[in-house]
């Protein structure tokens, strides 16, 4: 149970093999490495189709992955985190300090950056947006979460804000470089959620919003004047693009056939049943790890069977991750090691807990008095072990995922049946608890990840079980910025969480982007979203 630090993008990629035609588009410029590569132009619009509709593209509102992808092409943030090695890194503000109990964190702005509305940056507005976040209360979710103990932001000076905790809160340096606490102008942040969800909003990015149409399209086009991007950029000044075009295409194998006819000229979440194909015909499959928690079950321990400790560790038995990772994800997508993607910063190797063992599992059922019924499924004092499992609709393979979990379970007594949500369901039903086991996974690169989701002192946390131990660990992981003293708390939290069996983790989750031949430059931020600053299209495609 060794921790493991920030794993860099490269490292990642080993775990790829069988993607080995696009190791090169994993780390940086798809299409565009070696020495022959052509220079980029400026130019061009390109036709992206999004996996699901973004719904809301407020950055502090809209969390979902695909509202995350637009919003970041408009939106620009405090710092930002390397991709490949997790450092932190001058965006909006030049430098930084965080005093020794990580309470209070201190941004020496740039004094030449300027919004879309024409708003200068000054530290006034770096208060008047967290301020604002703040009041938005459970409306803000993620960034809700990261400003947990918010005090104040003290204006030093024009250019000189001091982020103030209540408590130590060493993940808000990371949280900072997030699209969820990007920043907007004034102007914008004395509008409605409504409004704000709908897009009606200027921010400091490489790209400016022109129209959004929610379960359709979303158009930006490039900020003329635009010369503040980040170190990981691959060239300064205006983005190459004059203009993208998002489209939601929900259905997989329609993206995946509107990106061969030409329809697009790229598309997020490629189906790993296409990967091989794509490359094949000469496409780019770009892909990285998601860092954050793996894909996998959110266990709702306060449920009829599930408030068994008993029932929830032999659901950890029961799941072979091997098999459902070969069986739909053609090496794309390796089992899952622990409750963490082991593409996050303090990484602990968890394989132990998660070892496939039906037997194990049908004897502890047996032990705590669920046996097997006339048709094979548990009961205890007349109630049959029945679960109902949801999803996130916006992950392509959850679906697929759960049938052959259900499969699974099934074997060692278990009936597990499928609750199809849609999109406009998904918040409400994870805000609630309404649900058995549900199926999703959330992408941070940072293990502060676990707070929101499993803290018992988090109200909204996805279980609803208590751990005195855990919630103790998850506070104190917060403390320090030091990983010697960190990790390990990050590590113990991961064990305790399958201990409790607040999470079944089955694969890893991994980002790829297929693009057409002529598209040139696709890179990634550190939350694996596809970065649209450095894209370029050939001359012939524009």
């Not at 985190?81 to 201190?106: R, Y």
């Not at 400091?204 to 129209?211: A, R």
């Not at 609630?432 to 549900?438: A, E, H, M, Q, V």
Request: aromatic fraction near 6%.
């Amino acid at each position: 149970m060794t921790p493991r630090p920030i794993r860099p993008a490269a490292l990642a990629a080993t775990a790829l093999l069988a993607l080995s035609a696009c190791s090169a588009a994993t780390s940086g410029s798809p299409g565009a490495a070696g020495d022959d590569a052509p220079e980029p132009v400026r130019g061009g619009t390109l036709r992206y189709a999004l996996q699901a509709d973004p719904q809301c593209i407020d950055p502090r509102q809209g969390g979902l992955t695909v509202s995350l992808v637009v919003t970041r092409s408009v939106v620009d943030s405090l710092v930002d985190q390397d991709p490949d090695t997790g450092e932190i890194q001058p965006w909006l503000a030049e430098s930084w300090e965080v005093n020794d109990d990580a309470t209070e964190f201190t941004y020496h702005l740039r004094d030449d950056v300027t919004f879309s509305d024409g708003e200068p940056l000054t530290a006034e507005l770096v208060r008047a947006n967290l301020d604002s976040t703040v009041a938005l209360g459970a409306q803000a979710g993620l960034p809700a979460q990261y400003l947990t103990g918010y005090e104040e932001t003290r204006v030093v000076d024009e250019h000189t804000a001091t982020v103030v905790f209540s408590a130590p809160n060493s993940q808000f340096l990371q949280a900072s470089s997030s699209m969820s606490l990007g920043l907007l102008s004034s102007a914008s942040l004395e509008k409605s959620p409504e409004e704000l969800c709908a897009g009606d909003y200027a921010a400091s990015g490489p790209f400016v919003l022109e129209s959004f149409t929610p379960g359709s399209s979303a158009v930006v086009t490039r900020r003329e004047g635009y010369d503040w991007a980040p170190a990981r950029a691959e060239h300064t000044g205006e983005a190459y693009l004059d203009r993208i075009e998002f489209s939601v295409v929900p259905e997989a194998s329609v993206r995946t056939g509107s990106l061969q006819s030409g329809q697009v000229d790229a598309i997020g979440d490629v189906p790993p049943h296409d990967v091989e194909q794509l490359e094949s015909q000469g496409f780019t499959a770009a892909t990285r790890p998601n860092p954050g928690n793996s894909g996998g079950l959110l266990v709702n321990a306060t449920r009829p069977g599930l408030d068994d400790p008993a029932v929830r560790a032999a659901l950890q038995r029961s799941i072979n991750r091997r098999t459902i990772a070969d069986t739909l994800f053609f090496g794309v997508v390796e089992p899952a090691t622990s409750v963490l993607s082991d593409a996050t910063p303090g990484w602990a190797d968890q394989s132990g807990a998660l070892a496939y063992d039906p037997d194990a599992a049908a004897a502890a059922l047996d032990a705590a008095g669920w046996v097997p019924g006339g048709d094979g499924v548990r009961e205890k004092d007349g109630r049959r072990l029945t679960l109902t499992a949801a999803w996130n609709p916006a992950i392509g393979t959850a679906e697929q995922t759960l049938e052959l979990v259900q499969q699974q379970l099934r074997e060692v007594g278990v009936d597990l049946t499928l609750r199809r949500i849609t999109p406009t369901e998904l918040a409400d039903v994870l805000s609630t608890r309404d649900y058995d086991l549900f199926y999703n996974s959330q992408v941070r690169p940072d293990p502060d990840v676990l707070w929101g989701l499993f803290s018992p002192d988090n109200p909204t946390n996805r279980h609803g079980g208590d751990d005195e131990d855990l919630a103790r660990v998850l506070d104190e992981q917060r403390t320090t910025t030091d990983p010697d003293v960190r990790w390990p708390l990050v590590a113990t939290a991961q064990e305790r969480i399958l201990a409790d069996g607040f999470a079944l983790p089955i694969v890893e989750s991994v980002a790829v982007v297929g693009a057409a031949p002529g598209v040139h430059g696709i890179g990634w931020e550190a939350s694996s979203k596809p970065v649209f600053y450095d894209i370029w299209i050939e001359q012939e495609q524009g």
